[in-house]
Every structure is written in C-alpha cells, then in structure tokens.
C-alpha cells in the first residue's frame, strides 16, 4: 500500500482535465442517446476520480486497486454481457465507447476493464456451465472479484498453440502444471482464466482461484509500459483444480481466440481513445505557448502535425464505429476486427509521437500525459496480438496464403 492518501492528490488535481474529444466529422450524429449517455458518464467519472490520480500511480508503478470496485460500479465490467448475469446488456458500441474513455486516461485502466470483460467473463458467459455463471459473473460485473486470462507462455507467446501448460485427470480432479507470463490483473486476481492442454493435447479452459495450492502469481517489475496496471506470471505446481471448474463450452485454440476477437475490439476503440487524448493536449497546448512572439499553432510545421493527427483520429473514428455495427451484427469477421487493432493502435502512437514533439520538453514530463500514452501504447501495439500478427491475419484473408509458418 502506499503511504499518500488519495483524498489529498484528489483535491489538488481536481479540475485540471479539461477534455474535449475531437469530433471533425459530427460522428455524434451518428451515436444513440444511450450511447452519448454512457459516454457523459465514464467521461465524467474520468474527469473526477481517474485524472486526477493516473500520474501518480503510474509514476509509482503502482495499481490502484481501489478503482476496480469503482469500475464496477459504473458498469465497465462486462458491459456488452447480459444484464440476467449482473452485466450492462449494452451493445458494442457502447462497449467501445467505454473503452475509448478509459484509455483515453491510460491504457492500463483499459487493460483492466477489457481483460475483466471480455477475457474473463465474456468466456465463462459464452463457454461456462449455468453454475459457473451464476457462481462468478455477478461478482466479476461488480468488481467484487477481479480475474486476469492466461494464454501467453514464457515459449509460446504470438504461438499459443503451442502451449506447453496441461492438465491430467486424476479422481475427481484435475492437476494442473505450467506456467504463464505477461498477464494483467494477475498480482491481485482473485481468479484466472488458464487455457491449457489435456492427455490428449487439446486446449481447454480453466478457472483456476487463487488459494488454491501450488497456484502463484508473481509480480513483473521494472515496466516502462502500463505502469499503472499489475502484470504478472501465473505459476502452476500440482494445482488441484476441481472437475467443475472447467469451462464445457468449448475446446480447441478457437476458446481463447474467440474472447481475443472481443478485447481486440475493445482495444480498437480505447487505443483511438488515447490518441484523441494527445490530441487534444497538443492543440490546447499549441495556442497557449508563445515563441517568436505568437503562439506556436500559428507556425505552419505546427498545424501540419496537428492536421495530420486529426485527419488519421477522424478515419478511426470512423473504422471503429463501423465495426461496432458489425460487431452487433454478430458478422464481424476476426480479420476486420485485426484491421481496426492494427490500424487504430499505430496511429495512436504515431500521434502520440507528434503530440509529443509539438509540446517540446514538456511533452517528456508527467505533467502532460502524451509521454505516457506513448509508453503504454508500446505495449498495446505487442499484446492481443502484435503489430505483425495482425498483419499477417489480414494477409492470410485476402491471398488466402497462411505466412505464419
Ligand atoms: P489456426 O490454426 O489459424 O487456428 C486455430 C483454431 O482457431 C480458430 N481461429 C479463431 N477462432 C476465433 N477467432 C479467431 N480470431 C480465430 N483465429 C483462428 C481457427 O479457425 C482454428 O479453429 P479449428 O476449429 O479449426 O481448430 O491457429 P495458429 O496456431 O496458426 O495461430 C493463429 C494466430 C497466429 C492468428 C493466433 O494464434 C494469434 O492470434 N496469435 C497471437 C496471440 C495473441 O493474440 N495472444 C494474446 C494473449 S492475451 C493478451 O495479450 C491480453 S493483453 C490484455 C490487456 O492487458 O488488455
Ligand atoms: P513473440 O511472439 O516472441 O514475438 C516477437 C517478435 O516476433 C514480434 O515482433 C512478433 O511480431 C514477431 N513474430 C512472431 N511470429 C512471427 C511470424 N510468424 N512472422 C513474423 N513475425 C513474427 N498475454 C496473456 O495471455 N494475458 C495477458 O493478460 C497479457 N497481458 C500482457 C500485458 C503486457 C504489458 C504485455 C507486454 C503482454 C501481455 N500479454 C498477455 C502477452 C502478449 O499477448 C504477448 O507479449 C504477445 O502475444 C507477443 O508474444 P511475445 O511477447 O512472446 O512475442
């Protein structure tokens, strides 16, 4: 725990987000009320209790744990999911829209919202049983337990088929041995969606609790990316793992590609979030600082750099609202869904990079947040499938030639 109390970095901040997304096109038009409704209230909760307190944590490297029953209670966990399970029965676009607020603070805060919903209980709604269901998505949609999703391993990372993970069948049980590495939320996860092999070699979900013996989940130090989200291992020794935790619903790589399709979405649309964010800083920024006795927006080298960020965030913006139709739909196919992630993430780093050259040596310091949107964005560009993966998805769906192997 840190020494600081979050009541005093609250009421020193308070105020200073003075957020206003760029809308070129008047793509509102394009949203529902409910839609602009959900949109008002993450914003706000932004504004009020994340702004606030990101850079401290981040700059500690540090989680706030405390926001997890926060997000919980305004309803970013599982929002996509049915409300018959404590979920928010929205529709993707909404999904997105809450992403796209949260990243827009950082992508760690995203990171734990979107493993929660769509790695962590997105599987257990779509492949669990009645009884897992009922026993954890309502505490999940709270906050009230927090879940991570283990498909990485230290051997088998843009591979996970190859996974060396497995599970064998003893009595009533399953033993379960292996280990994962790079996952959020793990630290402080009360449970894990772990994705492994069984006798026969096929790939199956667990749902693996923390308490239970020979389960471990050590702390990943010295990140200059999503300082403020926990990673971490998850390290099987002989972890008895009951019959019933199991998820029956599915089998195969298909299982933890199928929840991918969902997050990767998610992250299409919050990594956009981001973008806007620096965005927004180096315009405000650009008319306020003086040199040569006018302000900087007013230089030309300035606004091709800020027209040129607006023309790519406007195109985004655009790509995801599309996709979350088709998302609706339920004809959203993995390969448009690579698009959008490919796309959406690099020119949230492009962006960031200019942002960040318009606001000279103040676009290095914590008082502006482009440094670390750039630093998270890093790792969003490698997770949920690297940069090149997705690459090579699109190209396999349009040659119809597989260049993984
Ligand atoms: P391949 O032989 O092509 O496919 C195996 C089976 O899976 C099916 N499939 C999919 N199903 C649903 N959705 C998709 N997107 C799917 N892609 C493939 C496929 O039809 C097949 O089914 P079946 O029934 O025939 O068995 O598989 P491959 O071994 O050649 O690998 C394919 C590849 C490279 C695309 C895939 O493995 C991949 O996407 N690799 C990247 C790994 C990755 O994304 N890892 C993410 C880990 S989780 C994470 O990073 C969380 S960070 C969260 C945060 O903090 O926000
Ligand atoms: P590798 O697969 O070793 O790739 C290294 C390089 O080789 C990459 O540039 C890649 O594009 C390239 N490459 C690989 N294969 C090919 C090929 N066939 N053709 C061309 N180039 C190729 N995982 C989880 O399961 N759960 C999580 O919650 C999670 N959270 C994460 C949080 C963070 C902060 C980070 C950094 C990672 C997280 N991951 C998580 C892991 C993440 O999904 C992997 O890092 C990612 O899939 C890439 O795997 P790798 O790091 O092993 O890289």
């Known amino acids: 725990m840190s020494e600081f109390n979050i009541s005093d970095i609250l009421d020193a901040n308070q105020g200073k987000d003075s957020y206003v997304a760029p809308d070129f096109y008047g793509l509102d038009d394009l949203l529902t009320d409910e839609h602009k409704l959900v949109r008002q209230s993450v914003r706000e909760y932004v504004k009020k209790e994340l702004s606030p307190i990101i850079e401290h944590f981040a700059q500690k490297a540090e989680f706030p744990i405390h926001i997890v029953k926060q997000l919980g209670k305004i309803g970013a966990f599982g929002p996509q999911l049915p409300t018959k399970y404590g979920c928010g029965g929205m529709d993707y676009t909404s999904y997105g829209i809450i992403m796209q607020e949260l990243e827009r603070c950082d992508s760690g805060i995203r990171s734990t919202a979107s493993v929660q919903g769509s790695l962590v209980m997105y599987p257990i709604c779509k492949f669990g049983s009645e009884e897992q269901k009922q026993r954890f998505l309502p505490r999940l949609a709270s906050g009230d337990l927090l879940g991570c999703f283990g498909l990485t391993e230290p051997d088998h990372g843009s591979n996970p088929g190859g996974m060396t993970t497995h599970f064998i069948e003893k009595g009533d049980h399953y033993v379960l ?71 029956p619903g599915v089998s195969g790589l298909k299982g933890p590609l199928t929840c991918l399709n969902s997050a990767r979405y998610g992250i299409s649309w919050g990594a956009l979030g981001a973008a806007m964010d620096c965005y927004h800083t180096a315009l405000t920024y650009s008319k306020q600082r003086i040199q040569f006795g006018k302000p900087i927006a007013g230089f030309q080298l300035q606004q091709k750099k800020l027209a040129e960020m607006l023309t790519e965030i406007t195109k985004a913006q655009l790509l995801v609202w599309r996709l979350g139709q088709l998302m609706d739909k339920g004809i959203a196919s993995a390969a448009q869904i690579s698009l959008a992630k490919r796309n959406n993430v690099e020119i949230a780093l492009s962006v960031a990079r200019e942002a960040r050259q318009i606001l000279g040596g103040m676009g290095i310091t914590g008082e502006f947040p482009i440094m670390r949107h750039m630093m998270n964005l890093e790792s969003v560009l490698t997770y949920e499938g690297t940069h090149d993966i997705h690459l090579l998805i699109l190209g396999m769906e349009i040659t119809g030639e597989n260049a993984f192997n």
């Open 177 to 247: 041995n292996g280990a994962k590495m790079w996952i959020s939320n793990a630290p402080f996860a009360d449970l894990a969606i772990v994705w492994a092999k069984n006798e026969a070699g096929k790939i199956h979900g667990l749902i693996v609790e923390r308490g239970m013996e020979g389960f471990s989940t050590p702390t990943t130090h010295n990140k200059w990316s999503l300082r403020a989200s926990a990673t971490g291992e998850l390290v099987f020794d002989n972890v008895r793992v009951p019959k019933n935790n199991v998820l």
